[in-house]
Nanobody, 127 residues
């Protein structure tokens, strides 16, 4: 089991930027796909982005393409989510997740693909 810890959330104005971080523990070597999900009040958790830990393949949900960038620093066991031009509809609790399976275009957004989850970090965007 991989322990994950998110940070970097906050309250910002529309159009601002935030960078989220997700640090994994030593079991990170067993991870092949890392993902970011978010859950807004009263809504279902949705996939935001994912990255293949063994390469550079990244995946994004349509609503964040061109605004969010997922990246990683394997030397630090850390995944990032750079969020630019934030909108009020981006307000949510953001979670990182780890999968022992390799990211695939048809399944990276399935919560069931991920074994381990962090506790989340809150992002609030006001207009």
């Amino acid at each position: 089991q991989v322990q994950l810890s998110e940070s970097g959330g906050g309250s910002v104005q529309s159009g601002s930027s935030l960078k989220l971080s997700c640090v994994a523990d030593e079991y990170y070597l067993s991870v092949n796909c890392m993902g970011w999900f978010r859950e807004a009040p009263g809504q279902e958790r949705e996939a935001v982005a994912a990255i293949y830990t063994g390469g550079t393949m990244t995946y994004y949900t349509d609503s964040v393409k061109g605004r969010f960038t997922v990246s990683q620093d394997n030397a630090k066991n850390t995944m990032y989510l750079q969020m630019n031009n934030l909108r009020p509809e981006d307000t949510a609790m953001y979670y990182c997740a780890a999968s022992s399976l390799r990211c695939r275009p048809s399944t990276w957004f399935w919560q069931s693909e991920y074994n381990d989850w962090g506790q989340g970090t809150q992002v609030t965007v006001s207009s």
